[in-house]
């Protein structure tokens, strides 16, 4: 008949360094930032990445390059001015930015995938929804970022142009009211490319077909609309030219300075847009600008699941 055997207790063997340490876990009892720093951090660190700063010097060279670009002509024309005693600076402010419109789109063709292709190409984006901010607030982080980059690219050398302006003792009045139509120019401008960058950029995670995007849609928008505008002014169809105005970035943002800030339109035979017509101009790009806002948070809400 078979002997129940008892029970040991297990014995630890000689080799085993088995511990169990106390590593001083403690709660968080610090301020809790919120939101509203968390979207603020993301503005800041997106702001400072479109120009750059913070990263390599490779990261800079491009963003710095055509922020000197942009600056050296106004400074040029400065310099002509003082040294001439000009009456008046060679370039309206509100002219400045459309005159240099390919060096914008550029610009915006550079940044706006690296504002938020890398995010979707290394799928870091649900992290940023753990922490406590919403899609909203990423949206509105990123686009005001951009907004700000490109405003700051636009309204610099129209300040070079102002202060050379009062350097060379031009009437005080007549360009600050110029300064300040300049102003809102580019900032319209800044708000629309902005969006119309980063609409784009968000479909594809590839930093190179973002860029290649970016500036089809620039170029190719303007091109067509300056071609057909040139075809109805040869054909005297000139009523037809600021309605084709309305389907390229640059001529939008042409069509609402030239109705309602005083500037000289660049449509061919500078037929601009009347008040009635500049108000639809006004509709126009304030929609696009809410759309692409709209398209955003549509595109972020699938990204960030």
């Given at each position: 008949?078979?002997?129940?055997q008892?029970?040991?207790?297990?014995?630890?063997t000689?080799?085993d360094?088995?511990?169990i340490?106390?590593?001083?876990?403690?709660?968080y009892?610090?301020?809790?930032?919120g939101?509203s720093?968390?979207t603020?951090?993301?503005?800041s660190?997106?702001?400072?990445g479109?120009?750059?700063?913070g990263?390599?010097?490779?990261?800079?060279?491009?963003?710095?390059?055509?922020?000197?670009v942009?600056?050296?002509?106004?400074?040029?024309?400065?310099?002509?001015?003082?040294?001439?005693?000009?009456k008046?600076?060679?370039?309206?402010?509100?002219?400045?930015?459309?005159?240099?419109?390919?060096?914008?789109?550029?610009?915006?063709?550079?940044?706006?995938?690296?504002?938020?292709?890398?995010?979707?190409?290394?799928?870091?984006?649900?992290?940023?929804?753990?922490?406590?901010i919403?899609?909203?607030?990423?949206?509105?982080?990123?686009?005001?970022?951009?907004?700000?980059?490109?405003?700051v690219?636009?309204?610099a050398?129209?300040?070079?142009?102002?202060v050379?302006?009062l350097?060379?003792?031009?009437?005080?009045?007549?360009?600050?009211?110029g300064?300040?139509?300049g102003?809102?120019?580019?900032?319209?401008?800044?708000?629309?490319?902005?969006?119309?960058?980063?609409?784009?950029?968000?479909?594809?995670?590839?930093?190179?077909?973002?860029?290649?995007?970016?500036?089809?849609?620039m170029?190719?928008?303007?091109?067509?609309?300056?071609t057909?505008?040139?075809?109805?002014?040869?054909?005297?169809?000139?009523g037809?030219?600021?309605?084709?105005?309305?389907?390229?970035?640059?001529?939008?943002?042409?069509?609402?300075?030239?109705?309602?800030?005083?500037?000289?339109?660049?449509?061919?035979?500078?037929v601009?847009?009347?008040?009635?017509?500049?108000?639809?101009?006004?509709?126009?790009?304030?929609?696009?600008?809410?759309?692409?806002?709209?398209l955003?948070?549509?595109?972020?809400?699938?990204?960030?699941?």
């Amino acid at each position: 008949m078979a002997v129940e055997q008892p029970m040991r207790s297990p014995v630890a063997t000689p080799g085993d360094q088995t511990r169990i340490h106390n590593i001083g876990y403690r709660n968080y009892d610090g301020p809790r930032l919120g939101r509203s720093y968390a979207t603020r951090s993301l503005y800041s660190q997106s702001l400072r990445g479109s120009y750059g700063l913070g990263r390599s010097i490779k990261s800079k060279v491009l963003p710095m390059l055509l922020f000197v670009v942009m600056c050296v002509p106004a400074a040029i024309m400065v310099a002509v001015a003082v040294a001439t005693k000009a009456k008046d600076l060679p370039v309206d402010y509100t002219r400045y930015a459309i005159i240099m419109q390919a060096v914008i789109s550029l610009y915006v063709a550079s940044q706006a995938p690296q504002s938020v292709s890398r995010d979707l190409r290394f799928k870091t984006v649900p992290l940023y929804f753990s922490r406590p901010i919403e899609t909203a607030d990423y949206v509105r982080a990123k686009y005001a970022a951009l907004a700000s980059a490109l405003f700051v690219l636009t309204a610099a050398p129209l300040l070079v142009l102002y202060v050379g302006a009062l350097l060379a003792k031009l009437d005080f009045a007549d360009q600050t009211k110029g300064f300040a139509q300049g102003l809102v120019s580019v900032a319209l401008l800044s708000l629309l490319f902005a969006g119309i960058g980063l609409v784009i950029a968000s479909v594809t995670p590839r930093r190179g077909f973002g860029i290649a995007a970016v500036i089809a849609v620039m170029t190719i928008s303007y091109g067509a609309v300056s071609t057909l505008q040139a075809i109805a002014d040869n054909q005297d169809s000139t009523g037809a030219i600021p309605w084709i105005g309305l389907f390229s970035p640059v001529t939008l943002i042409d069509g609402v300075q030239s109705a309602f800030l005083g500037a000289s339109s660049a449509f061919p035979g500078a037929v601009g847009p009347t008040n009635g017509e500049g108000a639809v101009y006004v509709l126009v790009v304030l929609g696009l600008i809410a759309a692409c806002y709209g398209l955003l948070l549509r595109r972020y809400k699938k990204v960030g699941l």
